[in-house]
C-alpha cells in the first residue's frame, strides 16, 4: 500500500509542475462533509525574479479572493476550504516565494514579512486590479493585517485565520532573534552552495516529519496537501522524498514592532475584516498583547471576530468549522 501511494505521488509531483494551465481537481474530505471537488487552473503570475504558482478557482473574468498560506506551507492549505466557499466568486490560492512551486528568492537575498504585503501589490499590478480581497493564514494573516494599515483604500475585505497581527516581542528577544537569524541565514547558504540535497524520506516519514514540525497541527490525513506542493523525489534514493522549499526561509527576518506601531496599524485598517481564532493554538506573545489589539478593531463597524475549536490548522484539518463563518462575511461584502 505504502508502494502504490508513493507511485501516485510520484507522478503527481512529476506531472504537476509542467504546464502553465493545467486542469486538476481539489477535494475535500471531511468525515461531516460528502466528498466535493471543484476544478482549478495551475498559474504562474510572473515577477522580477521568476514567477508565483498558484491555483485559480473559478472563472477568470471575475477578481478572485486571494489566498495566502503560512510560514513554509503553500497553496495546498486551503485545499479542503476552497470547495466549501461561495460558488460565484473565483478563488487564487499562491505559493508564496519560496514555497510550493514558486520561484526562490536570488541567492544571497534574505526573506523578509514585509516581501509578502509588497507581492499583494504585485499579483495587483500583474492583474491591473485596483482593489484586492484577502484570506491569509498564520504568517499571511499578519501580513495582511499590515496591507491593509499601509495601503486601507487597496483592501476591499481580509478574513485573518489563527494570528491576529505582528507579535509584540521584548527588546531582549528581538535582539536575540536578528542576531540568530542573520547568523543561522550564512549556514543555510554555504549550505546550499555545496550543491548537495537534502535529507530524503520514505512517504510515510515525510507525513510524520511534517505532523511533528507543525507541532501536530496539521493532521496526519490532512499532511498531503501541503506535500502534493512541498516535496520532490530524490535523485538518489528511489522512492523517497525530500521537502523541497527554500531552507532559506528557516532564516526568515520578521517584524520587529512595538506595540504602539501595531495600535496605530489596527486604527489604518477600514475594510470588511473578519478574524478566526483556533481556541487550541498558542497566540504567539503575550495575551494582552493581542487583546489591547483586539479592542482598537472592533472599533472598526466592519470588524467580526469568531473563535473555533480546533488547531492551528483547522481551516485545513476541519474546514466546516470555519467555511459557514467565512461564507457569511463574504456574501455580505462581496455578494453576487
Known amino acids: ?22 486542469k486538476r481537481l481539489a477535494s475535500s ?8 471537488t471543484k476544478h482549478y487552473d495551475e498559474i504562474k503570475i510572473p515577477v522580477p525574479w521568476g514567477f ?8 477568470k473574468h471575475v477578481r478572485p479572493i486571494v489566498g495566502m498560506h503560512g510560514w513554509q506551507d503553500n497553496a495546498g492549505t486551503f485545499d479542503t476550504l476552497a470547495p466549501l466557499l461561495p460558488p460565484h466568486l473565483s478563488f ?7 514555497h510550493g512551486l514558486s520561484t526562490w528568492l536570488p541567492d544571497a ?9 509588497q507581492l499583494l501589490l504585485r499579483i495587483m499590478e500583474a492583474y491591473n486590479w485596483s482593489k484586492i480581497s484577502v484570506i491569509g493564514h498564520s504568517m499571511s494573516s499578519i501580513n495582511g493585517f499590515v496591507f491593509g494599515s499601509l495601503f486601507p483604500e487597496k483592501l476591499d475585505m481580509f478574513i485573518g485565520l489563527d494570528v491576529l497581527k505582528p507579535p509584540v516581542r521584548n ?13 543561522n541565514g550564512m549556514k543555510i547558504e554555504r549550505r546550499l552552495r555545496s550543491g548537495s540535497e537534502p535529507p530524503a524520506y520514505e512517504w510515510d516519514q515525510l507525513v510524520e516529519r511534517l505532523h511533528e514540525g507543525t507541532n501536530k497541527s496539521v493532521d496526519m490525513e ?32 520578521i517584524y520587529t514592532l ?35 489589539t483586539l479592542e482598537v478593531l472592533r472599533k472598526n463597524p466592519l470588524f467580526e471576530y469568531y473563535e473555533v475549536e480546533g488547531t492551528h490548522h483547522v481551516h485545513l484539518n476541519e474546514p466546516e468549522k470555519v467555511a459557514h463563518i467565512i461564507n457569511s462575511f463574504i456574501n455580505k461584502y462581496r455578494p453576487v
Open 1 to 22: 500500500m505504502a508502494a502504490l501511494r508513493t507511485r501516485g505521488l510520484l507522478q503527481q509531483l512529476t506531472n504537476g509542475t509542467q504546464l502553465k494551465f493545467t
Open 29 to 36: 474530505s471531511v468525515s461531516s462533509l460528502k466528498t466535493l
Open 52 to 59: 508565483v504558482a498558484g491555483k485559480w478557482y473559478g472563472p
Open 92 to 98: 487564487l490560492s499562491i505559493d508564496a516565494p519560496g
Open 109 to 117: 537575498v534574505v526573506y523578509h514579512s514585509i516581501d509578502y504585503v
Open 171 to 183: 527588546p531582549k528577544q528581538v535582539v536575540n532573534t536578528l542576531s540568530e537569524r542573520l547568523a
Open 222 to 253: 490532512a499532511c498531503k496537501y501541503l506535500l502534493q506542493r512541498n516535496c520532490k523525489p530524490s535523485t538518489h534514493e528511489p522512492h523517497k522524498f525530500y521537502f523541497s522549499r527554500d531552507i532559506r526561509l528557516k532564516a526568515s527576518m
Open 258 to 292: 512595538s506595540l504602539d506601531i501595531v495600535l496605530e496599524m489596527a486604527t489604518r485598517i477600514k475594510a470588511p475584516h473578519l478574524f478566526i481564532k483556533a481556541l487550541q493554538a498558542p497566540y504567539y506573545e503575550d495575551k494582552k498583547y493581542y487583546d489591547a
